[in-house]
């Protein structure tokens, strides 16, 4: 008789598909990056990212509390200043919108979550680089590491549980590890941006933080055609002390989440990035896709490639959807 396996008797009922289901996706897996923006009296919609705002410090506040409350495992915090300069001062200021923020949100909910810090100047130079200039132009490594060590220790006495370098600096884990636990900040995590891809997916998250960057990021971030790269830099982050590593974006690098997993001893994380969230939404907007279930069947894939964590603008929306 043929066929003699019948692999279909698994999937009859709901209940039988959901007793043999492979992959777990659960709310305590997803972080909400969340924009808090200086100077704001009211949210600012950001127009690429439909339901994603810069919120004002009241809002934050908020926000943060109902995404708690359905069941996020944590938060990631993105300040935006109203004013920058060529050191993105305002990154190590304890009076600037990020390390405020970060008081507020420890303040509001001390350890019921994890509350994680985007820990690069981005956001805060007029050039809009990760990094400070040479006299050539050029992202200078160490000089940036000077400054990510400080503005990870500000960031840590403001409330950070976790760190997240995201600037691709080499020595940067290491570099931040030691700054952390000389100022007596031993228990505070870091999230290695390990595999930051020069992606094209990242358009709408430069609207987002009012981004001031001309030209590009790829003398730093990696060509998205380089697969074995990616394992190195994970594997040197991993030799300076990261607590967690992360792949970014997520989609179009879901073999590199799963090498990642294959070799990491620690957690793994993947960003489901803004250029990734706008395509979705503009096309369930128009009415070719089943928004919810698309929502899911992608963060579903991330999880089946490896992570163990999804950074996610839809993270409170669809830890209710899962609870």
Request: with cysteine; hydrophobic share 45%; net charge negative.
């Given at each position: 008789?043929?066929?003699?396996?019948?692999?279909?008797?698994l999937?009859?009922?709901?209940?039988?598909?959901?007793?043999?289901?492979?992959?777990?996706?659960?709310?305590?897996?997803?972080?909400?990056?969340?924009?808090?923006?200086?100077?704001?009296?009211?949210p600012?919609?950001?127009?690429?990212?439909?339901?994603v705002?810069?919120?004002?410090?009241?809002?934050?506040?908020?926000?943060?509390?109902?995404?708690?409350?359905?069941?996020?495992?944590?938060?990631?915090?993105?300040?935006?200043?109203a004013?920058r300069?060529?050191?993105?001062?305002?990154?190590?200021?304890?009076?600037?919108?990020?390390?405020?923020?970060?008081?507020?949100?420890?303040?509001?909910?001390?350890?019921?979550?994890?509350?994680?810090?985007?820990?690069?100047?981005?956001?805060?130079?007029?050039?809009?680089?990760?990094?400070?200039?040479?006299?050539d132009?050029v992202?200078?490594?160490?000089?940036?590491?000077?400054?990510?060590?400080?503005?990870?220790?500000?960031?840590?006495?403001?409330?950070?549980?976790?760190?997240?370098?995201?600037g691709?600096?080499?020595?940067?884990?290491?570099?931040?590890?030691?700054a952390?636990?000389?100022?007596?900040?031993?228990?505070?995590?870091?999230?290695?941006?390990?595999?930051k891809?020069?992606?094209?997916?990242?358009?709408?998250?430069r609207?987002?933080?009012?981004?001031?960057?001309?030209?590009?990021?790829?003398?730093?971030?990696?060509?998205?055609?380089?697969?074995?790269?990616?394992?190195?830099?994970?594997?040197?982050?991993?030799?300076?002390?990261?607590?967690?590593?992360?792949?970014k974006?997520?989609?179009?690098?879901l073999d590199?989440?799963?090498?990642?997993?294959?070799?990491?001893?620690?957690?793994?994380?993947?960003?489901?990035?803004?250029?990734?969230?706008?395509?979705?939404?503009?096309?369930?907007?128009?009415?070719?896709?089943d928004?919810?279930?698309?929502i899911?069947?992608?963060?579903?894939?991330?999880?089946?490639?490896?992570?163990?964590?999804?950074?996610?603008?839809?993270?409170?929306?669809?830890?209710?959807?899962?609870?």
């Open positions: 008789m043929f066929p003699e396996h019948r692999p279909r008797r999937r009859t009922t709901p209940a039988m598909r959901r007793l043999v289901g492979e992959t777990t996706l659960r709310p305590r897996q997803l972080i909400l990056p969340m924009f808090v923006a200086e100077g704001l009296d009211q600012k919609a950001i127009s690429s990212m439909p339901g705002v810069q919120h004002t410090r009241d809002t934050l506040r908020k926000a943060a509390v109902d995404a708690v409350n359905a069941g996020v495992g944590g938060l990631m915090l993105f300040g935006i200043p004013t300069d060529a050191e993105g001062s305002g990154a190590v200021d304890e009076r600037g919108i990020l390390n405020v923020a970060l008081r507020d949100l420890r303040h509001e909910l001390g350890d019921a979550t994890v509350l994680m810090a985007d820990t690069c100047l981005d956001e805060f130079t007029d050039h809009g680089h990760c990094g400070v200039l040479d006299a132009g992202v200078d490594n160490d000089a940036t590491l000077r400054i990510y060590a400080e503005m990870a220790v500000a960031q840590a006495e403001a409330g950070a549980h976790v760190l997240g370098p995201s691709m600096m080499d020595g940067q884990i290491g570099v931040i590890r030691r952390l636990d000389e100022a007596g900040h031993r228990d505070k995590a870091i999230l290695a941006y390990s595999a891809y020069a992606s094209a997916f990242y358009g709408p998250f609207e987002a933080v009012d981004s001031q960057l001309k030209g590009d990021r790829k003398t730093y971030q990696q060509d998205p055609g380089n697969g074995r790269e990616a394992l190195r830099e994970i594997e040197l982050d991993l030799a300076e002390g990261a607590d967690m590593i992360m792949v974006p997520a989609l179009s690098y590199v989440i799963k090498a990642a997993a294959d070799i990491s001893p620690v957690p793994v994380a993947a960003y489901n990035i803004s250029g990734e969230y706008a395509m979705v939404e503009a096309a369930a907007a128009n009415g070719w896709l928004r919810e279930r698309t899911l069947e992608v963060l579903t894939s991330i999880r089946r490639a490896g992570a163990d964590m999804i950074l996610t603008y839809w993270a409170a929306e669809a830890a209710a959807w899962l609870d």
